[in-house]
């Protein structure tokens, strides 16, 4: 079946215009990132004793990779997909032609999975150039990514097609992606989170591909742990397709 | 599909939201080359009828046949072979003229190669090749029409389904889409279309179905439809002050109808000329027309109101 190919090229030829800006975000970041967390804060750290074990670089790499994966994903599953609906209408279009709801989402996920294809491979590569990289089980962390990539941007993009007004992602990114971001065992273990707000660390997707990432870039991963990550992001991306299932149809055909 | 079938059948078709009734069980059925419309004001149900025809929304009730095809289950082949034009646009403004074109032949499956030579020529067609290039964003309510008209025909369409094709657009804009679609009906192209221009579906169609309130009140050719529910001219009678109450027996009889709005008294008869005198003498108009009956005379006939208000 190529209809979901068929989406993807529209998505691809849109990202066309900005390109250039966006990948040389996706280069200067990951530098501009570990060298301040971790070259600079990591300094001050080494001099204070450091808890962790390993350099804060090596600590904080793997979990500024997930995080950046998550913004992305859901950066582009959210005012893109509200503009397909709403504003460009690209969906509307896509329907009158040979293309059903699911191939409209299915191009859309595919490339939003392109995008951090592309952005956890590079910054992969920049985190093995700061010498953070213990083990080549490093490598398994970008199907990861993309795995995390897809458990954010199948349900956001279904939060995109229910919500009526663009509002609603103001909540969604400063009650739920930026705390995620700040507490979800990206920059200090979730251990040191108080009882009550440590567990809901462990239920958010990000926490699971963090510390799954820092194993594997650390060469400390084991099979069974690996694998149950895994399968809570997928079912974070499963149950968001079929969330989205059912809000894109009730938005698009009616 | 045998020679002879309807291109789109539809019985008893019904479309409901929630409680509103917006197509109430209608029948009607389009013949291969023949430009159809459906015609009324805003809320008549054009548009649902529209978008089940276009297999975008499901039926709630009756039968559609669309190319011999069940739109419940066949949609995507029938979309294939269908150009649509939908009421509010869905280009993308922020890529090129030329780049609209290109996806969306991608999305019928169309090769690249093969896209780009269609979209040169459809650019033409709609006199656009010189904006190939340009974003979609500036361009006047016209071109972006006779853009998405380019797009609707990049699969080669059978069936054209055109919403409300010159809604918002100045005379001129309008009278370049209805060239443009006049030349596709003498190619053989079989267009539906919806308006509530009176003088479009007179232009454009062959025959037409004027629905109100989601249901079919009269069918038949522009000419028919006039001929049998109109006479063959009105006078036209405006007044300095309010419009005078009067009854068709002041005419003896050359009177068929009158008809009082606002601003002007209509009178339907056979011979304008001869009732002008007669007119003048009774009501001491301002003004006086005789002009021909039209299909806004026939609309005014079934539903007792103004189509554009």
């Known amino acids: 079946m190529d209809y979901p190919l068929r989406a993807y090229e529209y998505w691809l030829r849109s990202y066309r215009r900005t390109w250039r800006g966006s990948v040389i975000s996706s280069l200067v970041n990951p530098v501009l990132y570990l060298t301040a967390l971790g070259v600079g804060l990591g300094s001050v750290m080494k001099h204070r004793g450091n808890a962790l074990g390993v350099p804060y670089v090596d600590y904080v790499a793997p979990g500024m990779l997930a995080a950046t994966c998550m913004q992305i994903a859901s950066f582009e599953s959210a005012y893109p997909v509200m503009a397909a609906i709403r504003w460009t209408r690209q969906f509307h279009a896509m329907l009158s032609t040979p293309l059903s709801i699911r191939d409209v989402i299915a191009g859309h996920q595919l490339y939003v999975a392109s995008r951090i294809a592309f952005v956890s491979a590079v910054y992969l590569a920049i985190i093995a150039g700061f010498g953070a990289v213990h083990s080549p089980e490093a490598l398994v962390a970008w199907p990861v990514a993309i795995v995390l990539g897809l458990s954010f941007s199948a349900p956001v993009s279904a939060m995109a097609a229910w919500l009526r007004r663009d509002e609603g992602f103001n909540a969604l990114f400063r009650f739920g992606i930026t705390p995620m971001f700040l507490f979800s065992g990206t920059f200090f273990p979730v251990t040191q989170l108080p009882h009550g707000f440590r567990e809901i660390a462990y239920a958010t997707p990000l926490w699971h591909a963090v510390d799954l990432m820092r194993h594997l870039t650390l060469g400390t991963a084991s099979l069974w742990p690996a694998i149950g990550h895994v399968a809570y992001l997928a079912a974070w991306a499963v149950a968001g397709l079929a969330l989205a299932r059912r809000t894109y149809t009730n938005r698009l055909v009616t | ?309």
């Not at chain 2, 008809?259 to 003004?287: K, N, Q």
């Open chain 2, 1 to 309: 599909m045998s020679a002879g079938e309807a291109l789109i059948h539809a019985r008893d078709l019904t479309k409901r939201f929630g409680d509103l009734v917006a197509v109430d069980g209608i029948d009607f059925d389009v013949q291969r080359g023949e430009a159809f419309g459906f015609l009324g004001p805003n809320g008549a149900g054009k548009s649902s009828t529209m978008r089940m025809i276009g297999c975008v929304s499901p039926i709630t009730g009756g039968t559609l046949r669309v190319l011999g095809l069940d739109p419940a289950r066949d949609g995507p082949q029938i979309r294939g072979r269908l150009g649509v034009v939908p009421q509010l646009d869905t280009l993308d403004n922020e890529l090129t003229v030329r780049e609209n074109l290109l996806i969306y032949a991608r999305y019928f499956g169309i090769s690249r190669r093969e896209a780009r030579v269609r979209a040169d020529r459809l650019l033409e067609f709609v006199q656009l090749s010189e904006r190939a290039k340009d974003t979609v964003e500036p361009l006047s309510g016209g071109m972006k029409r006779r853009l998405t008209i380019a797009r609707s025909l990049v699969n080669d369409p059978e069936l054209m389904l055109l919403d409300e094709p010159t809604t918002g657009l100045d005379p001129q804009a309008r009278h370049a889409v209805w060239e443009r679609l006049f030349r596709l009906k003498r190619q053989g192209v079989t267009l539906v279309l919806t308006t509530h221009y009176m003088d479009e579906a007179e232009q454009l169609c062959d025959r037409l179905v004027i629905m109100d309130r989601g249901k079919i009140a009269e069918e038949g050719s522009p000419l028919e439809l006039i001929r049998r529910l109109s006479t063959r001219e009105v006078v036209e009678l405006r007044f300095p002050g309010d419009v005078p109450t009067v009854e068709p027996a002041v005419f003896n009889g050359q009177v068929a109808r009158l008809e009082a709005l606002p601003d002007r008294l209509l009178l339907y008869t056979d011979d304008g000329d001869a009732l002008v005198p007669r007119a003048h003498e009774a009501l001491r108009p301002s003004s006086v027309l005789v002009r021909r009956s039209t299909l806004e005379d026939v609309f005014l006939r079934l539903t007792g109101r103004t189509l554009v208000d």
